[in-house]
């Protein structure tokens, strides 16, 4: 059974950072585009970053770029969020998904998702 598995989520203050972590197994980790996504209450889930599947490629969301940095260790299986001077805005819950190459933020393509981790940001 595939399994991702994310997490690093919390509570922080605004222009505080946290690392999220999203592991994967029950698939060939390397075989897939990842992303990262996001939940807050009442709104629609939205797409915040997606790495290649080397890492060789990645794209932010405007309301993320400069601040947020996608990587990926594929020995480890494991997908990253690097998140600095984090906004209440960014609170949300952040799901972690695997999905075609070239899928990048087209949410309806992401076959395998996460459970999420929840991220508060206070201000």
């Known amino acids: 059974q595939v399994q991702v598995v994310e997490s690093g989520g919390g509570l922080v203050q605004a222009g505080g950072s946290l690392r999220l972590s999203c592991t994967a197994s029950?698939?060939?980790?390397?075989?897939?585009?990842m992303g990262w996504f996001r939940q807050a209450p009442g709104k629609e889930r939205e797409g915040v970053s997606c790495i290649s599947r080397i890492g060789g490629s990645t794209y932010y969301a405007d309301s993320v770029k400069g601040r947020f940095t996608i990587s990926r260790d594929n020995a480890k299986n494991t997908l990253y969020l690097q998140m600095n001077s984090l906004k209440p805005e960014d609170a949300a819950m952040y799901y972690c998904a695997a999905g075609p190459p070239g899928a990048c933020l087209a949410l309806h393509l992401y076959k395998y998702w996460g459970q999420g981790t929840q991220v508060t940001v206070s201000s």
């Open positions: 029950g698939l060939t980790f390397d075989d897939y585009n």
